[in-house]
């Protein structure tokens, strides 16, 4: 123990610097280690909202398609019993020739 203390006490101002710049050179390794895995977490995040948010469908997309899903029961309830109606007469047509 005296030998620790008699070496720390003989060590210069030159000594004290070179561990103090190796102690925050362990410290910015560790740092930069844990935003490495950071970024590596965050760059598998950003692929996923990549891949899923291209899918979403879109307020302009949903008005368009609700336009047309109109549209097309405006024809549903306006076309297919004319053509019913068509239909029938042709073959009543048909049965008394």
């Known amino acids: ?10 060590l ?21 280690l844990d935003q490495r895995r950071a ?4 760059n598998t995040l950003i692929e996923f909202v990549k891949r899923h ?3 979403e469908v879109t307020e302009e997309t949903i008005r368009k398609l609700d336009a047309q899903r109109e549209a097309l029961q405006r024809q549903v309830r306006e076309h297919i019993p004319a053509l ?6 042709r073959e009543q047509a048909e049965a008394h020739a």
């Open 1 to 10: 123990m005296e030998t620790i203390l008699c070496s720390i006490s003989n």
């Open 12 to 32: 210069k101002w030159q000594d004290w610097a070179a561990a103090v710049g190796i102690i925050f050179g362990i410290i910015t390794l560790l740092a930069y």
């Open 39 to 42: 970024n590596k977490k965050q």
């Open 53 to 55: 948010v291209d899918k």
């Open 84 to 89: 019913a109606r068509s239909a029938v007469l």
